[in-house]
């Protein structure tokens, strides 16, 4: 089974943040099916389309994966109103995902506000090789930095209005850690500035880099062509697609 | 269990389901989900004569109760859906249509004439595209443009031409008598009603090209008006589409006059949509002692 759709039991369900839900879904096949990077894609209740979340845990022994997400705007609402014990309709796992190895010594992890949580699998994947920079608005704003640690991984904090960690971009740190040398890989998902900023550092210093990206969807498993992404292919522009040759790029193929 | 076989053209469909164009691609990626088998047809993803990349994004928008996209026919061209894509579909029990575009005649002659020596079952001339500056819906708004169109595609390929209307118009029945008169073997209508939305915030369109294609559920009614009007007028058989999203929405536009149906946005809320509404049609019609779907078609009774 690539991927599948239906109704999946939610477990658990808490407030993490401001605007910002964590779910945990029973669903024991998409789990086993699932990898670091990769989507679900969620039906909202009275909407046309569905919305596409990333995956932010996955438990293979469990059977259950962890989702976490903010509202953004109705679709999102929606389905925050969801509860414990309530169905969850996924199409999932969708998209391409990071690439792993097990054979680096020491990666870098860098999420920007909700583009977080998709660092959550490979901080377990990778453990103490692990630096995971992330940065948000406000120290209220700030999420997962315990499940992080749990992980084995360091932490690096930034925040833009200087409320707790560094005061500033999470570009400025890892600016200084790639200077230093011995990264084998990046693996980035935020705001485009700030993954645009991070694919010139990783160009600069020859250093591996994957990142996420976001856009509006449709089917979400690269039939509609909705989600296109302008990238280059054989050296030539091509219009890629999100959902399917993503959400994961090799940052030297996306054209920004 | 009743019999939900049509015949469209001389063509036998197994049921009148038919995903649209657009957004089931070939149907690969649905495979992995049901099998094609299951459905009576398959619109394929429209093809130009050469690749196309379409429009930058965002091209997608959620509308209350439906969706705006501004793709802009990007595919592989007709060559590579020739060579890679039509022989796996062509294995799997179920109509092909291929939806065609073009810029101009000429390509649209062109990209007919390569499907001729091909086993395609229909040929579906897209002259309501919304989202490409040149071509488009720019055949599909004017009669005499939509009728040179189909004159010159006809007179290059014997295969059944269903040709697709555009709700953009002041009158589809005109440009559907139009296509009719030079020897369109169907219509189906209709593509998407443009639309914009606004980021209020940005002051800029949510889409990147500005405006799109507006479907799903609300644009249903319309979809239903059109179809009715359109077989008042023609002769030929109709394939309805516009916001089908359920067995009853499938049995109330075959009704109108639909003689079979394309399911298009449902499809993004539910994949299955197409599969469900199959079996819904069935379920109604068993309710309703009715044998045959072709028993419905045009069954309206009007004021």
Redesign the interface.
Known sequence: ?????GQFLITKKDAVARNIYSFEISCPEVADAASPGQFVHI?ANG????RPISICGINKVKGTLRIVFEIRG??TAEIAKLNKGDLIDM?APLGHGFTTDSNFKKVILIGGGIGTPPMLPLAQFYGSKAVVISGFRNYSAAILQEDFRSAGAETILCTDDGSAGIHGLVTVPFAELAEKGGIDAVYACGPLPMLKGISGICKENNIFCQISLE?????G??????????TLKNDE???AHVC?DGPVFNAEEVLW | MADLSVKICGVDFKNPIIPAS????YGR??E??FPLNKLGGIAT?GTTLHLR???????????P???L?S?GL?NPGIDHFISSELPYLLTKDLVVLANIAGSTVEECVEVAEKLESTDVHMIELNISCPNVKQGGAAFGTRCDMAAEVTRQVRKVTSKPLVVKLSPNVTSITEIAKAVEAEGADAVSLINTLLGMRIDINTRRP?LRNNVGGMS??AVFPIAVRMVWQTANAVKIPIIGMGGVSSGKDAIELMMAGASAVQVG?A??????APVKIIDEMNDILDSKGISSVGEIIGSVQPW
Not at chain 1, 47 to 50: A, N, Q
Not at chain 1, 221 to 230: F, N, Q, S, T
Not at chain 2, 22 to 25: D, I
């Open positions: 089974m690539k991927y599948t759709q039906r909407f046309t389309l569905r109705e679709g199409l856009e509006r969807m449709a089917c498993i690269g039939a509609c062509l909705g989600c296109a992404c302008r522009e091509y219009f399917k | 657009g957004v089931f691609g990626e649905y992995e989900l993803k990349t379409g429009n930058p994004a965002p091209r997608i928008a959620e509308t109760s439906g969706m996209n793709v990007q949510v799903g559920p946005a499809i993004f809320t539910d994949p299955f």
